[in-house]
């Protein structure tokens, strides 16, 4: 299958090393009264970025940090101290909003469980103690295989997580060394069944277009991940990203640059198996056992749903406005020390950018995007665009703009024909 190169099978919701420009924020976080409007009635979820990881993968971009490169005040006991202190910054600038209580939580990084679950559980008791969590909420933490264990596991369940994204990228020894993971394809099996013998839910994310992996060892990952019969599966095409190891050995000619013709037949060979052992795709990089396995702060992500981002660089969107944190730990921790919310800058979103956003984001989900949403100009394109095989036609015919495979694999077209020039 020939790709175009705007295909996008990257991962949201990251925090990545290089923010936008933006404009400064209040000192105290407030926010403007338009975006707390009628925020009780919407959905509120908390990510909290851990910025600590054992070793630095070559491939990575993340506002992450090794132990070595952080002092004592930016270690870990700084930042729980820290992130506990951006939740009553957070709690004091959406309380003219009334929140309701929080839908979903997730511990991203980094790797979150170099922290015990009683410090992880300290954090999501932060966040239970100001909102709540609505029942069943969904609470997930990501995790490298090897730092979980039975009683890892146990631990997690104890204080209150459902759920547990493994980072196992790949089955394949030589493909995990290239991306500088620390983890055995055994210690994968492990993992799971630690988690699950916890009553967690498991999530598996995986990388595709690593140089050197061949498509054959891209169906053992793919073989090996169903095998786990994990609830979840990401899978998501290598970018090789500016400033990393992985982008200077590509520039210095040591291994070659991901291919967009073999991410895209990665991509198809990932939806067959996938989809032969009953995995159902819901977002362009994700599938889930069932509806009720989706990874629902994800979704509330690419719904435009409310959330506070807290730890360094981490994210936050509310009412149409966005921030980003200041990035490095220290600088964080400086700030909150000093009593000021660690808002490095934001974008407050026009009627232009919100719309653009809605396309952009709902064209990705397997339920679609409602054609009468579309302005005008999108609605005039469905017609072509099922014609030429990018939106399923039944889906159509009942109001729903929905990607075919091939669409998926040329989203970035889907959406610039869709919106206005």
Known sequence: MTASTQFTGGRIGGMPSTFPPGEPAPEDGALPPAALEGMRSR???????????????????????????????AAPEGYLAAAGAELEVAARALSPGSPGPVSTVFVGGGTPTMLAPAALGSLLAGVRDRWGLVPGAEVTTEANPDTITPAVAEQLA????????????????????????????????????????????????????????????????????????PDHVSAYALVVEPGTRLHGQVRRGEVPAPDDDDEADKYELADEVLAAAGYGWY???????SPEHRCAHNVAYWSGADWWGIGPGAHSHVGGVR????????????????GLAPVHAREVLDAEQRYAERVLLGVRLGDGLPVDDLR??????????????????????????????????????????????
Not at 53 to 69: I, Q
Not at 283 to 289: G, P, Q
Not at 323 to 338: L, S, T
């Open 43 to 73: 959905h509120f979820s908390v990510y909290l970025h851990v910025p600590f990881c054992r070793v630095r993968c070559g491939y990575c971009d993340f506002n992450t940090y090794t132990l070595p490169e952080l002092d004592d005040g």
């Open 158 to 229: 104890a204080q209150g997580f459902t759920r547990v994204s493994l980072g196992m990228q790949s089955a394949v020894p030589h493909v995990l060394r290239t991306l500088d993971r620390t983890h055995d394809p055994a210690g994968v099996a492990r993992a799971v069944t630690a988690v699950r013998g916890a009553g967690l839910q498991v999530s598996l994310d995986l990388i595709y277009g690593t140089p050197g992996e061949s498509l054959e060892d891209w169906r053992s990952s793919l073989e090996a991940a169903v095998a786990l019969e």
């Open 283 to 289: 977002e362009i990089s994700n599938w889930a056992r």
């Open 323 to 338: 921030w980003w944190n200041v990035k490095h730990p220290r600088a964080y921790a400086d700030r909150i020390g000093q």
């Open 376 to 421: 005008p100009v999108g609605r005039t394109a469905v017609a072509g665009l099922v014609a030429d095989g990018l939106l399923d036609g039944r889906a159509a015919v009942r109001g729903r703009a929905v990607l075919t495979l091939r669409g998926r694999l040329l989203a970035d077209t889907v959406v610039h024909r869709l919106l206005p020039g």
